[in-house]
């Protein structure tokens, strides 16, 4: 946790600022595959600090306020895009 302090040096409280991979993956619900690929294709905005791989949650809440103005979900196989609705666009295929 990181203590947040104001300019006088008051600590204001604690507030984490990034997550690990395996953290975020419960909080969205995703299996260990699905979130290791969408943070190597850059769907989940994430920072190394050595070897150590953090996401930042003002990155991870903006992500998730996008995906849900636009309906999509990243609970997919890689490659896939998956509406709201339920239908599925898989690579290469064109929608009408």
Do not use: C, W
Not at 24 to 44: E, P, Q, V
């Amino acid at each position: 946790m990181f203590t947040v302090l104001d300019a006088k040096g008051t600590g204001l409280g604690t507030e984490r600022l990034t997550y690990t991979p395996e953290q975020t993956r419960h909080l969205l619900g995703l299996g260990r595959t699905t979130m290791y690929n969408r943070i190597a294709d850059g769907t989940i905005p994430s920072v190394r600090i050595g070897s150590r791989i953090l996401i930042p949650k003002k990155a991870l809440e903006q992500l998730l306020n996008e995906t849900n103005s636009k309906g999509i979900s990243l609970n997919t196989e890689a490659g896939e895009v998956q509406a709201q609705s339920g239908s599925r666009s898989m690579p290469g295929s064109k929608s009408s």
